[in-house]
Nanobody
Framework: QVQVVESGGGLVQPGGSLRLSCAAS????????MSWYRQAPGKERELVAT???????SYADSVKGRFTISRDNAENTVNLQINSANLEDAAVYFC?????????????WGQGTQVTVSS
């Protein structure tokens, strides 16, 4: 079983910065990709950024140039640096991890962390 836990959410002013962190733990044999999703009230959950085990990254168009995803393979952690925050970035941010345990494929979600953008 693999657990995913986010941290670092909170209040950020428009134009400000915030850093989210996520840690995956448990019976992980190989962690292929880690991603950040977000869901604003009344909207569907959307993919924000992904980083694979070879550090390839991809971003939603709405966050390109403002968000940076990074990971520590040794610690099974991923970070999301949010810069130049705007009102549309306010949402619950979820971490998603996929890979292999010693027995099977896993796809695990965290419980989410709230990001509020307000002056």
């Amino acid at each position: 079983q693999v657990q995913v836990v986010e941290s670092g959410g909170g209040l950020v002013q428009p134009g400000g910065s915030l850093r989210l962190s996520c840690a995956a733990s448990g019976s992980i044999f190989s962690l292929y990709a880690m991603s950040w999703y977000r869901q604003a009230p009344g909207k569907e959950r959307e993919l924000v950024a992904t980083i694979t085990n070879d550090n390839s990254t991809s971003y939603a168009d709405s966050v390109k140039g403002r968000f940076t995803i990074s990971r520590d393979n040794a610690e099974n952690t991923v970070n999301l640096q949010i810069n130049s925050a705007n009102l549309e970035d306010a949402a619950v941010y979820f971490c998603y991890a996929e890979g292999f345990t010693y027995y099977e494929v896993f796809r695990s979600w965290g419980q989410g962390t709230q990001v509020t953008v307000s002056s």
